[in-house]
């Protein structure tokens, strides 16, 4: 855990940034059809490690998961 | 050829003066302001049936809906919302009134988010034991996870609580999820006024100074994203290209 924490607190601002939109953007908002399909391909996305803080990313690495 | 939709608003006084010059959409088109029963969209022509997550894309969905965030507060979309015209038109008739009342909702605010976490062995209830035997051992582990749950959800609650004492007056509305993940005990959102933001982060900064062994991260402001949601049915289903 502290080791975690020790990687948030060297994150650049826009990392967090990056995060915290991340968490916005995929988890929350208006949804018009009942269902909504997007695909994940940019592994950058994924930061291994850092994944404390947001729940998109530990659904990112659910999908790296099953696709290995 | 379907639409990607970023926001909704109403349709202002000003016709988004900050799309007055080109905003870049997914895939490089142009942003355009199309308008449905009286409310405003944002969206932009989209080729193919779903939006890839790539940080590009991600950022782009931020950046255009905050490119009407200086003159009105809309309703985001989800990333993700490709639809037809007429699915859309259909969603803005049938949906009409509830999404001008949660417009109403919103107007003139912003969302801060807070997340906190707290970083202690207290959640771990008593030591691990090295003398006893497999089973027993599994067992006293167990004990500890289930005590340490408890007691992890109980500060989850008083943190919860001191943080709404502290944003009190400030805030119009509200969201909070407690321990949303292995390390977060508190995850915040909440609906500020405008005129009331500088305040609240000021309030906000004072707070987290006396409560050391909490991590907190504050972010915003924010469209108001959390407080979009109409309680419609929602499946959300993650696709691997």
Redesign the interface.
Known sequence: ??E??EQ?DILEQSD???L???????????????????????I??IFIGLN??V?SV???NE?VR??G | MKLYVYCLAEKPAVQFAALAAPVVGISGANVEVIEREGLSLLVSRFEGESALVTRENVLTHDSVVRSVLSETTPLPFRFGSVVTEQQLASYIRTHREKLEMKLAQVRGCLEMSVKIIWDTDETKSGSARDDLGPGAAFLHQKQREITGGEHRAEKAKQVSLWLSEQVEGLVKQEEVSLCPTEKLIVAASHLVGRPEVAKYRGRVAEALKTQPELHFLVSGPWPPYTFSNIELEVKTRFGVS
Request: hydrophobic letters at 50%.
């Open positions: 855990m502290s975690q924490l948030i967090v940034s990056l915290e939109t991340l968490d916005h953007v995929l988890n929350r908002g208006l949804v018009i059809a009942g269902e909504i399909t997007i695909s994940v391909a940019d950058d996305l404390v803080l729940s530990e659904t990112a999908v099953k696709r």
